[in-house]
């Protein structure tokens, strides 16, 4: 049985699509985008530092003004369909099957026939080719650490890819020495980037090595399907690509990108720099434009990619030099939520923990313009994604992923819905944000839903709700008769001592037309 | 006018060094706006074109892997066993550059080599060759070093005890001393990182020291040779070799040299003791430091001068001169406050004190010199450390960076 709010919403949002998928000329690949030194020390340095120059950058950080808020969304406050994103989860709920099938697709057929090997990349990665001649890249994990990178890959690719975002097709793999064959003309890196030279079984031997094994001596993989298309680099969160006349809205105002901070802090996933996207020049339906993917999320929950997380990834950027400051002029005197306390610490999990954990000031390593503009409505429309997944679904997720330690699959679930309930309790239970959703006018009643409820956010009986003057204690109102016009609501979780931002709904010809949080 | 004349220089300036799209979206954005705007938007806009040439240095940096190239101009092989580094020279009055040579593979594959050779100035310089060979839990070491300081800068006036002897004074009675020294030392024992590490050295010495200017009635001035050993006894039980928030260490040495012909001979003691005190959060803590060194004259031999005990700089009294105090005697201490601001930066708060003496009986805290000051240490995951001190004692203020490697 579907809720009535979300049938409301499946009607309301109806076949909105961006449109964005129009014919373009092929672009060249953007390869200074894809550099992680010069775009890693604009985002710490120059980008700071325009901030600091930009009047109005400063008249919203002393709160004298408002974020922008983001500009691809609909007159109802949703995300069209697009070549970033597609609604799915967050809409109509996966099945537990849907939901571990991920973009889906067939696992790789051994044998794996190595045509490439990157011993410098984080965690030892193969390009290989299947029996079924299908390309593929291989990642293991750090020695002593089965699973530690490749969970992150496996999971965290099937939430983001139910959310809605564009995610390469991940399968576990259990691979022996057997598994790899070693192609003629097969090369690996060479002692400096951008060198090459032919691979032997040495070099395989020697990569093999320092790969993790499991207690049965086999490598535990993850494999993701080579996508169809042309590379073209990856895109940035500030700006549009100029060569992309599709890419109309600046990447910092778009919502999915915004709210990607929501997940990511969901997930931990701190690697969440420009680096580790892809624009993809795709032929769809005789028509080809530019896809945009997310990609590599072994950096997800404690893991570091090759090595456990340092305890302030996800609280601090790599560098931050307003935080240094504070550091050294506090004498040491204050002391950080995670310097007190170690997390439990498994080999394939990482020190990944839900205490300290605040959803609003999680970082990444890198800052991110787009995340750094995430508005209360972006938040919220963040977070009705992260809690749309229910226990169960997060059983069916992590499921996929490998757990030899005893009670680290357990671990990883626990902290995971503690995580999606501190969100869920700051976007959807708190003042935020007024998470009132499927309006409709029924009669001379204006009914809604109100998610923070719904998911278990808030307490019924201590909810009120305000329109002007009226205060009712179920979500819904009476319209004068012929009503039209705009309607400022707003949420109280404490009996009406406060009251929470608002959000504005404008009536029309019975029917709601305009919705913002 | 002058204003709008800067913002039109500032955007044909930035014309042709847009390269990336949000320089160049930047770029076009800045001219198609009315004036109000980009007048606001020029600041960004003198911004990126100072980062243009950096962007393009890193971008190239990365392009041809400058970091891994830089680190193979060190080594001398792909194994990267065997290189140099840049060295400091803390010898005599002068500092600068020197080389340090090392092979982590010499002696049967098994035992490190290290070749270290430093011309701190015009007139010293310093040398040291060293072999090392670790089995199991025992080592061996030997080192060979050549010391040269054209000018040493000594504080000549009888100690406030009246031995007769020492340097430790706060007056200005200075002299310039030479002295050229080869010194041999083998040492034997126990690991360190194996548990309390006692062990034997013996030692020889040969040393030509002059005076500089009027001459001066010191014990050793012109050529002394010395034959010795003596035991150590090292013990760590700290937590972190590098870093460390909680335990103690501390080495301690004893020493009997005379020479040959009889004229010279001493008895050294010397020891240093540190304590590591954690505090209200990981990574606060409190260093306190001993050091003591003592020499004794031997079976009615007196010491050689140029082995006297000295305070500065170098020797746990920051802020002070090299060879600010010289005495039979010195004993220092060390307190420090660190607290963690960064990931591998560290910073502190420092007081040091010390004196030199004649006599243990001088020891006085009246007569306790002291600098305080902070400093900032960086020390990577590789072992790389980086100092930076400032410091303020009676002479005044001072500043010390030291580079290095944690071995």
Not at chain 1, 321 to 340: C, I, M, N, T, Y
Not at chain 2, 287 to 303: H, I, K, T, V
Request: aromatic share 10%; proline share 7%; with cysteine.
């Amino acid at each position: 049985m579907i809720p009535a709010w979300l049938l409301a919403a499946a009607l309301a949002f109806g076949q909105e699509r961006d449109n964005d998928d129009f014919d373009i000329p092929e672009p060249a690949p953007d390869q200074q985008a894809a550099m992680i030194w010069s775009n890693g020390a604009y985002l710490m340095s120059l980008h700071q530092a325009e901030k600091a120059v930009d009047p109005l950058w400063l008249l919203r950080k002393a709160r004298l003004m408002a974020k922008p808020e983001a500009r691809n969304v609909t007159a109802l406050d949703e995300t069209p369909d697009s070549t970033w994103f597609t609604n799915r989860h967050g809409l109509r709920r996966l099945s537990p099957e849907e939901l571990l099938a991920g973009p889906g697709g067939a696992a790789p057929r051994p044998p794996l026939t190595v045509v490439e090997a990157n011993p410098r990349s984080e965690n030892v990665r193969f390009v290989v080719l299947d029996a079924s001649g299908r390309r593929w890249y291989v990642k293991l994990d750090p020695p002593g650490r089965p699973g530690l990178a490749t969970n992150g890959e496996l999971i965290v690719s099937r939430i983001l890819h139910a959310a809605g975002y564009n995610v390469p097709s991940f399968f576990p793999l259990r691979l022996e020495r057997g598994s790899f064959r070693l192609a003629a003309g097969a090369t690996i890196q060479g002692r400096y980037k951008g060198q090459r030279r032919p691979m032997n079984d040495g070099d395989l031997e020697a990569l093999l090595l320092l790969a993790a094994r499991a207690h049965d001596g086999r490598f535990p993989a993850a494999a993701s399907l080579a996508l169809e298309g042309k590379p073209k680099g990856p895109f940035r969160y500030l700006g549009t690509r100029p060569d992309d006349p599709n890419d109309t809205v600046r990447h910092e105002d778009r919502r999915e990108l915004r709210a990607y901070q929501v997940l990511c802090a969901w997930v931990n996933n701190a690697d969440s720099r420009q680096g580790n996207t892809l624009d993809l020049y795709v032929e769809e339906s005789g028509r080809r434009f530019l896809r945009h993917y997310l990609l590599d999320f072994s950096a997800s929950f404690g893991s570091g990619n090759d090595e456990p997380k340092a305890p302030e990834e996800g609280h601090d950027y790599y560098f931050d030099p307003a935080q240094v400051l504070r550091s050294a002029l506090g004498l040491g005197a204050r002391v950080r939520p995670w310097e007190r306390e170690a997390a439990p610490d498994y080999p394939e999990l990482g020190p990944f923990r839900a205490e300290g954990f605040e959803p609003r000031s999680w970082k990444p390593s890198f800052a991110n313009p787009s995340f750094e503009r995430l508005t209360p409505a972006d938040g919220y429309w963040g977070a009705r994604l992260a809690t749309a997944f229910s226990d169960r679904d997060l059983e069916a997720v992590a499921s996929v992923g490998y757990f030899p330690t005893p009670g680290a699959s357990e671990r990883l679930l626990e902290v995971l819905k503690q995580r999606r309930d501190s969100i869920g309790r700051y976007w959807l239970g708190g003042n935020a944000v007024a998470p009132l959703e499927a309006f409709a006018v029924e009669g001379s009643t204006l009914a809604f839903a109100d998610l923070g409820v719904e998911r278990g956010h808030a307490e019924a009986r201590s909810t009120l709700y305000r329109w002007g003057a009226r205060i009712s204690a179920r979500p819904a109102f009476e319209l004068p008769p012929a009503f039209s016009g705009a309607l400022e609501l707003r949420v109280s979780r404490d009996l009406g001592r406060s009251w929470g931002r608002r959000v504005l709904v404008r009536v029309d010809g019975g029917r709601v037309v305009m919705l913002r949080h | 006018m002058g204003t709008l004349a800067l913002c039109l220089l500032a955007s044909l300036a930035t014309t042709s060094l847009a390269s990336t799209p949000e320089e160049i979206r930047a770029r076009r954005k800045f001219r198609s706006e009315p004036g109000v705007e980009r007048l606001l938007a020029w600041p960004k806009v003198l911004l990126r074109t100072a980062w243009s040439p950096i962007r393009r240095a890193l971008d190239y940096a990365e392009r041809v892997d400058l970091p891994e190239r830089a680190i193979d101009a060190f080594y001398f092989n792909s194994e990267r066993t065997a290189g140099w580094l840049p060295e400091v020279a803390p010898s005599g009055s002068g500092r600068g550059a020197g080389l340090l040579l090392f092979h982590d593979k010499l002696l049967e594959r098994s035992g490190r080599g290290r070749l270290a050779f430093t011309a701190a100035s015009a007139q010293a310089a310093f040398a040291q060759a060293r072999l090392e060979r670790p089995w199991d839990t025992l080592a061996a070491s030997a080192d060979l070093v050549h010391e040269r300081d054209d000018v040493i800068e000594a504080y000549a006036r009888p100690s406030p005890a009246g031995t007769g002897l020492g340097f430790a004074t706060s007056g200005e009675d200075r002299r310039s001393f030479s002295v050229s020294r080869w010194a041999l030392r083998v040492d034997a024992g126990r690991k360190l990182e194996a548990g309390p590490a006692p062990g034997l050295f013996a030692l020889a010495e040969s040393a030509r020291t002059s005076s500089v200017g009027p001459p001066a009635g010191l014990p050793g001035l012109g050529e002394t040779r010395l034959l010795g050993g003596g035991a150590r006894l090292a013990a760590d039980r700290s937590n972190d070799r590098a870093r460390p928030t909680r335990g103690a260490r501390g080495w301690a040495e004893a020493e009997l040299a005379a020479s040959p012909g009889g004229r010279f001979g001493h008895a050294r003691q010397a020891a240093v003791a540190e304590g590591f005190l954690p505090l209200w959060a990981p990574g606060r803590t409190v260093m306190a430091r001993l050091r003591w060194e003592r020499l004794s004259p031997l079976a009615g031999l007196e010491p050689p001068w140029h082995r006297y005990p000295v305070l500065d700089l170098q020797h746990g009294l920051r802020g002070y001169p090299l060879g600010r105090f010289r005495d039979l005697g010195t004993a220092a201490f060390t307190l420090e406050y660190r607290y963690p601001i960064w990931r591998f930066w560290d910073l502190f708060a420092f007081l040091d004190g010390g004196q030199a003496f004649g006599r243990a009986s001088a020891l006085a805290s009246r007569r306790l010199s002291l600098s305080r000051g902070l400093g900032l240490r960086f020390l990577s995951e590789k072992g790389l450390i980086l100092l930076l001190e400032a410091s303020y004692g009676v002479p005044g203020p001072g500043f010390q960076l030291a580079f290095g490697r944690l071995l």
